[in-house]
């Protein structure tokens, strides 16, 4: 199947997984795709990653332009366990010139110490300001651009390898990263935004989870230690402090612009459990962004997977937080309807009623700054 090349449109090129109605859960799977994903890059990745393009190794070559979905099965599922294992088809760990597929993550923890950790296991050691995290914003690229691993590892399940992978990333060990795959050649210029590693830690990363200076050159095992406080939340958890909450605006600002300023921030602050409805989050964020700039992130515009990832799911209750407090007691906001469709955009097999969604955007919208909490 060949590249989808969209000529004089802004969606630019990809090659969409497209699956046959023999993969039921991918044909789910590709309409429901967080609207954020990462891609952490450094000098030595696989393939080709910068402003312009992301490239598999593979791309370039006659099987580059061919869906994975329309391989054979044998080979399709071998591709996809080495990709997620970082094997070539020799079983080493080097880089592998057959793989046409690319990861990403919607998960910024995972993001951040992936590069934090690539700085001290790379051959090449990279500078910070080398390793670089791309944001995408995935409502702007094709159906069927990304798909999340765990899917696409259903689909090949009969495989023993993969069969078993999946049951390492499904079981009770928090094994799981929030990956999402691309594959062959995507443009995402104009469609992303690219910060370096050493721009958040001049901007103060430590600041906001000081554990990040620690234990930098492990990766899946460093995840689950660092989620381990998000298992005692609401217990225990983290009040943020006006001070966090500037660094966090600042540093988004900074990395990545107006565009992604709001919702990367919130990420930020993500990174340690947070109690609901914090005082400083709520203050800070109705001060520095406007009731517009809020709805545009929240209901129908967001769709968060935080299913075994704490750290999304605190994105989602953040969101969630933020909107209400546009929606203070006496408001004309039925504050039941918008969590009514807040359960329903956190949980994926939940139908949402998209006219009532636009009444209460529309209603948002006309909130004046007085009526904020």
């Known amino acids: 199947m060949a590249a ?18 023999d993969l039921p859960v991918l044909d789910r799977s590709i309409d429901y795709v967080p609207r954020y994903l990462f891609r952490t890059y450094a000098p030595k990745s696989n393939g080709l990653t910068n402003e312009t393009i992301v490239e598999a190794a593979a791309a370039s070559r006659p099987c580059g332009n061919v869906d994975l979905l329309q391989l054979p099965r044998n080979k399709a599922a071998a591709m996809l366990w080495n990709h997620l294992n970082w094997k070539t088809r020799n079983g080493s760990w080097f880089r592998d010139n057959d793989d046409n597929l690319m990861s990403w993550t919607s998960s910024l923890y995972f993001a951040i110490q992936h590069g934090l950790r690539r700085h001290y296991t790379d051959f090449d050691h990279p500078d910070h300001s080398n390793i670089r995290i ?50 062959g050649r995507l443009s995402i210029e104009g469609r992303s935004g690219h910060t370096s590693l050493r721009l958040l830690l001049d901007m103060g990363l430590y600041d906001l989870e000081p554990r990040f200076g620690e234990e930098q050159e492990r990766l899946a095992t460093r995840i689950v230690e660092l989620r381990a406080p998000f298992r005692a939340a ?13 660094k966090a605006i600042a540093a988004a600002q900074a990395a990545f612009g107006d565009e992604y300023a709001l919702p990367f921030s919130l990420m930020l602050l993500c990174l340690c459990p947070r109690p609901r409805k914090d005082p400083a989050i709520l203050a800070g964020f109705g001060a520095t962004f406007t009731d517009k700039e809020i709805v545009r992130l929240s209901l129908h515009t967001l769709q968060v997977d935080g299913e075994r990832l704490p750290e999304v799911q605190q994105f989602a209750d953040l969101v969630h937080d933020l909107r209400m407090h546009l929606a203070p007691e006496g408001s004309a906001i039925n504050p039941l309807l918008v ?11 939940l139908p949402i009623d998209l006219t009532q969604i636009d009444d209460v955007v529309s209603s948002i919208s006309s909130l ?3 009526q904020r909490a």
């Open 134 to 183: 791309c944001v995408v914003d995935t409502r702007k690229f094709p159906r069927g651009t990304f798909v999340k691993d765990l899917d696409l590892m259903e689909a090949y399940v009969d495989n023993e390898d993969v069969g078993r992978f999946l049951n390492l990333r499904l079981g009770e060990g928090g094994w799981y990263f929030g990956e999402y795959l691309s594959q």
């Open 368 to 370: 004046s700054v007085s």
């Open 339 to 349: 969590d009514n469709l807040y359960s329903r955009l956190a949980s994926p097999g």
């Open 234 to 246: 609401p217990l225990i958890s983290c009040p943020a402090s006006k001070m966090q909450v500037r």
């Open 4 to 21: 989808a090349i969209l000529a004089n449109n802004p969606l630019g090129q990809a090659l969409p997984f497209r699956p046959g109605p």
